[in-house]
């Protein structure tokens, strides 16, 4: 992970959302080898290799230090959706789904791993994401990415139509250093 010298005590974290699905540009590859399956049964092991293997390289840490009730208690929620975006067999990525209270769909978790990434895969995960959000009943679509997670990141939400609403910046919490 490698900050800019001028944002490297600083936590910058842009909230985007889309609101209405006719504003969804999606982006589909025609990879055929390409197959992306829903987690239907909680694989605490798993998901966490998944989450380790993406995550790592942008300082995701949450689920991590989460006690290992909670997590499980998380994903075995019927408001939560974990697919797996698999290339010829091997996990290349997953998006997390959270269905909020107020009827929108917050992608919680988003990425792929390492040896994926420079083949469109990023722009296809996220537009199956989406779909299915709206699938799931979304009233609005929502995601927050910050300056530790990839340097594409924003711009594929944006290319997929979702509109910033707001940006935050912070201290860099110890957490991140």
């Known amino acids: 992970m490698v900050l800019a010298a001028s944002k490297a005590d600083t936590l910058v974290t842009t909230y985007l ?3 209405s699905r006719e504003d969804f540009a999606p982006s589909y ?3 055929s080898d390409i197959e992306i ?3 239907e049964t909680v694989d605490l092991g798993f998901y966490l290799f998944l989450y380790q293997s993406i995550g790592d390289e942008w300082a995701w840490r949450d689920r991590l230090l989460m006690a290992e009730g909670e997590l499980r208690r998380i994903l075995a929620s ?3 959706e974990v697919h797996v975006m698999y290339d010829r067999g091997s996990p290349g990525g ?3 789904l959270s269905r909020q209270e107020d009827g ?3 992608i919680a978790y988003f990425g792929l791993r390492r040896a994926y990434m420079g083949r469109g895969l990023g722009k296809y995960l996220l537009s199956y994401g989406v779909d299915r959000a709206w699938k799931m009943g979304a009233k609005r679509v929502w995601v927050h990415t910050c300056n530790l997670d990839g340097p594409h990141a924003l711009a594929n939400y944006q290319k997929r139509g979702f509109r910033i609403y707001d940006v935050i910046e912070e201290p860099m ?3 991140y250093r």
Request: aromatic content about 4%; proline content about 10%; glycine content about 0%.
């Open 173 to 175: 919490p110890a957490l």
């Open 37 to 39: 399956v829903e987690m």
């Open 104 to 106: 929108s769909v917050e």
């Open 17 to 19: 959302a889309m609101t």
């Open 94 to 96: 997953y998006v997390e």
């Open 78 to 80: 019927p408001n939560t």
């Open 29 to 31: 590859t025609r990879a």
